[in-house]
C-alpha cells in the first residue's frame, strides 16, 4: 500500500483551518451588519417602511422599500385655463391689428407647438360672449401662422363677419372657399350665405347661390327651401314658389344622434320661422311621442 506524506497530511489540515476561521469572521461581520445596526439607523424614512410593512426589508430579499414623496406636485395648466388666459390677454386691447397680433405671438413666444386646442376653445368662449371682432382677429392671426385651416375655422370665420356687418369680406371669403372646394364645399356655407343675403335684402344673390346649389346637386335644407319660397312670395314670383316647394317639400322627420344611438325627431311644422344669427337649422320640437329609434331607414 502506499503510504501519505506526512507534509501532505499537515497542509490539508491547515486549509481546513482557515477556511473554519474565515468562516467565523465572516458570520460575525454579518451578524453585527444585520443585527447590530437597524434600518432605521441607516436612513430616518425606514422608520416608516417598519410602521407599514410587518416583515423585515433585507438588502438581498424582499420587496423594494417605498418611501413616502418629499416634494408636491404643481398644479398642471390645463388647456382650459389656458385659454381663459388668453382670452384675459386681449381683451383690454384696442382693435389695432398689430397690437392684438404682438399680443397673442408674446402669449405662445414659449410653446414648442402652436396651442391649437387652446386657441380653439378662447375662439368658443369669446363666440359665446358674442365679440366678433376677437373672434376675426384671432382667427385671421391663427390663418396667418398656418394653423388651424379647416373648414370649421373658415366658418366661423364667416359667421364672425356677418355679424359684425362687413359683409363685402364675408363675399370674398366665400368667393375663395367656393372656387376652391368646388365639390366638397359642406351645405352649412351654403345656408349661411343665403342667411346673409336674406337678411340684407340682396335677392339676386341670393338666388344666385341656390342655383349654384342645384347645379351641384345639393340638397336644400328646410331653412333654405323656406328663405327662397319667402322670397319668391314678396316678389309675386307665385309659380317658382309652387314649383320650388312641390319640388322640396318640408320634411315631417329629420334623424340625430342621442346617447351614441340615432334617432328620429318629429320636425314642428309652422308657416312662421325664426332666423337666428348662430343656428342655421328651423325650430324643433321634441316629446315623448316624437323620439323614435330607428335603425333600419335610410338617412333622408
Known amino acids: 500500500m502506499r503510504r501519505k506524506s506526512p507534509q501532505g497530511h499537515s497542509t490539508t489540515s491547515l486549509l481546513q483551518t482557515l477556511c473554519g476561521a474565515a468562516a467565523g469572521i465572516i458570520g460575525n461581520i454579518t451578524d453585527v451588519v444585520f443585527v447590530g445596526f437597524s434600518p432605521s439607523s441607516l436612513h430616518p424614512r425606514n422608520d416608516f417602511v417598519q410602521q407599514q410593512e410587518p416583515f423585515q426589508v433585507c438588502a438581498a430579499k424582499g420587496p423594494r422599500p417605498r418611501f413616502p414623496r418629499v416634494w408636491k406636485a404643481r398644479k398642471k395648466i390645463g388647456t382650459i ?48 360672449e358674442k ?17 388651424g385651416r379647416t373648414m370649421g375655422s373658415y366658418y366661423t370665420l364667416l359667421n ?52 349654384d346649389m342645384e347645379e351641384l346637386g345639393i340638397k336644400p335644407n328646410g331653412l333654405i327651401v323656406k328663405l327662397v319660397g319667402d322670397v319668391f312670395q314678396k316678389l309675386d314670383m307665385h309659380e317658382k314658389y309652387e314649383k320650388i316647394t312641390k319640388k322640396y317639400p318640408p320634411p315631417t322627420w329629420e334623424y340625430r344622434y342621442y346617447k351614441g344611438k340615432r334617432v328620429r325627431i318629429r320636425l314642428k311644422q309652422s308657416n312662421s320661422f325664426d332666423m337666428t344669427a348662430n343656428n342655421d337649422l328651423p325650430q324643433l320640437k321634441q316629446t315623448d311621442n316624437s323620439v323614435v329609434e330607428d335603425d333600419n331607414d335610410p338617412l333622408e
Not at 90 to 95: A, D, E, V, Y
Not at 134 to 147: A, D, E, F, N
Not at 186 to 198: G, L, N
Request: proline share 2%.
Open 81 to 128: 385655463s389656458k385659454s381663459l388666459k388668453l382670452v384675459e390677454c386681449i381683451k383690454g386691447l384696442s382693435n389695432v391689428k398689430e397690437e392684438v397680433y404682438g399680443a397673442l405671438d408674446s402669449f405662445i413666444a414659449w410653446e414648442l407647438e402652436f396651442p391649437l386646442i387652446t386657441v380653439k376653445k378662447a375662439l368658443k368662449t369669446l363666440e359665446m
Open 131 to 147: 365679440d366678433w371682432k376677437r373672434i376675426i382677429q384671432v382667427t385671421k392671426w391663427m390663418l396667418s401662422k398656418g394653423q
Open 160 to 211: 364672425a363677419l356677418a355679424e359684425d356687418g362687413r359683409i363685402e369680406e364675408a363675399e370674398e371669403l366665400w368667393s375663395k372657399l367656393f372656387s376652391e372646394n368646388l365639390e366638397s364645399l359642406p351645405r352649412i356655407f351654403f345656408s349661411k350665405m343665403i342667411s346673409i343675403y336674406y337678411n340684407n335684402g340682396m335677392h339676386g344673390k341670393m338666388f344666385e347661390v341656390f342655383a
